[in-house]
Nanobody
Framework: QVQLEESGGGLVQAGGSLRLVCKGSGVSADSNSIHWYRQSPGKERVLVASVVAGSPSVSDFVKDRFSLSRDWKGDEVNLQMRNLEPEDSAVYIC??????????WGQGTQVTVSS
């Protein structure tokens, strides 16, 4: 059974940092793509960062502040967020996608950045 669990969210002041962790069971970044999305109230879900074929990438709109890493066992994908802005406030959600197109979603972790 595949499970994705996010952690590391919370309340932080503008300019602060957070490290989000997506821990997978039954799924590995070695053979699947892993993605971080975020969604704010009333807005569409937006792709923030991905690990595809083992290679990390970060969306352009946060590229200068966010970075992605994975542990050597491949079951954790970490999103390091620096210099956070109030506009970064959202629920951050982990997604895993198999080569056959099956998708799994975590419950999300709330990030709130105060000004």
């Amino acid at each position: 059974q595949v499970q994705l669990e996010e952690s590391g969210g919370g309340l932080v002041q503008a300019g602060g940092s957070l490290r989000l962790v997506c821990k997978g069971s039954g799924v590995s970044a070695d053979s699947n793509s892993i993605h971080w999305y975020r969604q704010s109230p009333g807005k569409e879900r937006v792709l923030v960062a991905s690990v595809v074929a083992g290679s990390p990438s970060v969306s352009d709109f946060v590229k200068d502040r966010f970075s992605l890493s994975r542990d050597w066992k491949g079951d954790e994908v970490n999103l390091q967020m620096r210099n956070l802005e109030p506009e970064d406030s959202a629920v951050y959600i982990c997604n895993a996608r198999t080569p056959w197109g099956t998708e799994y979603w975590g419950q999300g972790t709330q990030v709130t950045v105060s000004s």
